[in-house]
């Protein structure tokens, strides 16, 4: 399928670049100029809106193989979380900025579309599985709204674009070998072709490895990769090629409530395999309790749960995500004479992945046959399966017309997806079945759709040079999407044609002028403001684990049709920046209204699957203010920063057709969105001799809608990097030594609100606690 794609592929563009184009704006000078600088933040110089890139040579000062999201958490406006020392454990990989969540936000690798990120992802693939983070050449924020070019129909707020590394001119490579807390082990190595001949073919190839321990609890979490990147120049032009193959197996954590916390304390987690016999007791004991709506499974086994257990919840007996993922491009960038740039790119990703929990609210088939040897466990491994199958095509092209530049493209992707709900037999006697592979043999599905999305995009913009000191800005896109869905099975059976559970529907997202402008000021050589304005809409999403076909139900999907809108965003920005041989400082003040807000109300515990409540809950504004700057002490010493304040409300209660208040959330903070963000840096580097001491904070966050109740705690995390680069001789020229120390203080902590969704108030089983101290030790060569 992958090899059909790229002859096909590379046939079209071959074709194309015989003749006439229409092409997308290549963003590799951005990577290049990444790359090139010897700052680790560029602070968006020249740009119309608050923008800034991170090289990912930032990377190599964190633990090898953190996740390239982690990365920007040290620019204003930005809040990651998550429960383990990397940020690439999924279930509770979060990115907030500006108060928009991850699903509100875009993300794309070299251009192509990673879709929202999400766990449950139904139009991409987390950035962990897209790119090995040694290959990252550099990750470029826009906090307000990114540029008019990013393929996202989900960007309300702001966009990511990472890049991956270009591939040298000279042949050589790099290998690392790390390992550490939690029998932690990585092995990375990536070999440079260089210029091959005088064809002038460059590439890299890439391979990873990771093993490690969960840091609590029974389990592991792994991740295998390969990556190969070519170039190959064809006179003016340049054709290039990327594909990365992932395997990821990682066992979750369990989620926890505030009362939880205080009762178990933040190590408690499932109980794996290696407490198996105490699983299937809480669960005969949930069963006789009635605890769980199943039936009697055991009597014997009486109806006090063992200390310090109170509920079925507490801890189940396993949980665990496993994805695989094949993505790859082909791109041409072809200028046509000096003052016409064309690229075309066409792109393919292949994922399936299974999210699995022990269930003790589905019994095994033989668990009441007091008989019966085998599938008579009192619980069963539930899983929710995805597959996702996705082509698209990107393109623009560029015109240099005196003080104009003219730029249009477009975007068009289909995606078939499917996603289902089956249950998996597992024996009492031992654990039967695998946590770390995928599950076959289902004895009960209880639904599967399939989901048609075809999604096309189309932008034009006009940057203006207005004089020698100001810059202007103007463009709008337009977006239309089509999501269809069809039921292919409910409760183990055919949907039954007419009934509410035979979901059968299209939703159309179509806006036709969301449009953009900015300009940029240049007061003197050292200092410039800007400012911008940017109008979005987010399409609905083919899911039903979450968006409106969640529901799974005909009459609600209708209901959406008519009374729902899709989510819309209008943000402005002001700003000014400064930039001396010592210093830079940006400063940018925001306001965002974010309208037709689609609010998901989680109903009862993650594990039973209910179909969570969406209701449009009016408007949310957003103001707040941004700093970041950096100062170069001397020429070993830098000292970087970045601080926001942010303020987003809720501007409407959550009322019901006849004006009854269902929840009275107007006036109160966007749950999981700090006031307070915090992040300093303190690095040394003297060419051989390199280390840093960084400090990020995070404060207090609700996981209610009404802020009644589910208060966290602002946290502080301080993380320590010390190496040194070797030299003297030819062995020695090359080989570094790190160090590093994750949560240096060993603080206790939640690292991320609403894995199981956010509730009205109260308390919810909806946190995830997040990683003590970890130290790690690399070992890395380039040669």
Do not use: C
């Not at 790859?328 to 200028?335: A, E, N, Q, T």
Request: a negative charge; hydrophobic letters at 40%.
């Amino acid at each position: 399928m992958f090899l059909k794609w790229v002859l096909s592929s590379a046939a079209m563009i071959a074709a194309v670049h015989g003749g006439a184009a229409f092409a997308q704006t290549s963003v590799a000078a951005d990577a290049t100029i990444a790359e090139a600088s010897d700052e680790i933040v560029i602070i968006g110089r020249g740009e119309t809106r608050q923008v800034q890139t991170v090289s990912g040579v930032a990377l190599q000062d964190l633990a090898p193989g953190t996740s390239p999201i982690k990365l920007v958490q040290r620019l204003p406006g930005v809040a990651v979380s998550g429960a383990d020392s990397f940020g690439t454990y999924e279930w509770a990989a979060r990115i907030n900025i500006r108060g928009f969540t991850q699903n509100q936000l875009g993300f794309t690798l070299d251009g192509v579309p990673l879709g929202d990120m999400s766990y449950g992802n139904h139009n991409g693939l987390h950035i962990s599985r897209a790119l090995i983070s040694e290959n990252l050449g550099s990750v470029q924020l826009s906090q307000g709204s990114g540029a008019l070019d990013v393929a996202s129909t989900g960007q309300l707020g702001g966009a990511l674009r990472y890049f991956s590394v270009a591939p040298q001119e000279k042949f050589g490579g790099v290998a690392a070998l790390t390992a550490g807390s939690d029998s932690t082990f990585r092995g990375f190595v990536r070999l440079e072709s260089g210029e091959i001949g005088g064809l002038g073919t460059r590439g890299w190839i890439a391979y990873v490895d990771q093993q490690a321990d969960k840091w609590k609890g029974d389990g592991e979490q792994n991740q295998e990769q390969y990556a190969i990147k070519v170039e190959q120049p064809i006179g003016a032009a340049t054709v290039s090629g990327y594909w990365n193959h992932s395997e990821r197996q990682e066992q979750d954590y369990q989620d926890l409530s505030l009362a939880q916390i205080a009762r178990l304390g933040y190590d408690w987690d499932n109980f794996g395999d290696g407490q198996f016999a105490l699983a299937v007791r809480v669960a005969d004991i949930a069963h006789n309790r009635g605890d769980t709506g199943q039936p009697v499974t055991n009597a014997a086994a009486g109806v006090t749960y063992p200390a310090p257990i109170q509920t079925a919840d507490d801890a189940y007996w396993n949980a665990a995500g496993i994805r695989e993922d094949d993505i790859g491009y082909i791109k041409l960038d072809l200028p046509i004479g000096d003052a016409v740039d064309v690229t075309l790119q066409a792109y393919t990703h292949e994922n399936r992945g299974q999210g699995l929990w022990g269930t003790p609210y589905v019994v095994s088939p033989n668990a009441t046959n007091p008989t019966a040897t085998t599938n008579n466990a009192p619980f069963s491994v539930r899983t929710t399966e995805y597959e996702i199958e996705r082509q698209g095509f990107i393109g623009s092209a560029t015109f240099e017309l005196g003080a104009h530049t003219i730029n249009g493209g477009f975007w068009y992707e289909t995606n078939d997806a499917t996603q289902a709900r089956r249950f998996y037999a597992v024996n009492r006697s031992n654990p039967s079945r695998s946590f770390l592979g995928f599950q076959s043999g289902a004895f009960f599905t209880q639904w599967a759709y399939a989901f048609e999305t075809e999604t096309l995009q189309f932008h034009v913009q006009d940057t203006w040079q207005v004089s020698e000191a100001l810059k202007v800005n103007l463009g709008f896109r337009s977006i239309n999407v089509d999501n269809a869905v069809r039921t292919t099975t409910i409760n183990n059976a055919a949907p039954v044609a007419g009934a509410d559970s035979n979901l059968i529907a299209t939703l159309n997202t179509e806006e036709n002028f969301l449009p953009q402008a900015g300009f940029v000021y240049v007061l003197n050589d050292t200092t410039e403001v800007f400012g911008a304005y940017a109008q979005n809409t987010a399409a609905f999403v083919s899911a039903v684990t979450a968006g409106p076909f969640a529901s799974r139900s005909q009459a609600n999907v209708e209901e959406v049709r008519r009374s729902l809108d899709p989510e819309t965003s209008q943000t402005f920005e002001l700003g000014l920046r400064r930039q001396t041989d010592v210093y830079r400082i940006g400063a940018t003040a925001y306001l965002v209204q974010f309208d037709d807000r689609l609010l998901a109300v989680a109903q009862g515990s993650g594990i039973v699957g209910n179909a969570p409540v969406l209701s449009n809950v009016g408007s949310v504004e957003t103001v707040g203010v941004e700093l970041v700057g950096d100062l170069r002490i001397n020429d070993d010493w830098t000292l970087f920063g970045a601080y926001t304040y942010n303020n987003s409300e809720y501007q409407d209660d959550v009322r019901n057709r006849t004006g009854v208040v269902q929840a009275a959330t107007a006036g109160k903070r966007v749950v999981n969105t700090p006031e307070n963000i915090f992040f300093g840096e303190l690095s040394y580097d003297d060419g051989s001799l390199f280390g840093s001491v960084s400090a990020n904070y995070l404060g207090d966050r609700f996981f209610t809608f009404t802020n009644n109740g589910g208060r966290v705690e602002g946290r502080t995390i301080i993380d320590l990097n010390l190496g040194y680069r070797f030299s003297g001789n030819a062995f020695l020229k090359g080989i570094e030594a790190q160090l590093n120390v994750t949560n240096l203080t060993d603080e206790d902590y939640v690292g991320t609100l609403g894995t199981n969704g956010f509730v009205n108030s109260g308390d919810s089983q909806t946190l995830v606690a997040g990683a003590p101290q970890q130290v790690f030790v690399t070992l890395r060569k380039r040669f």
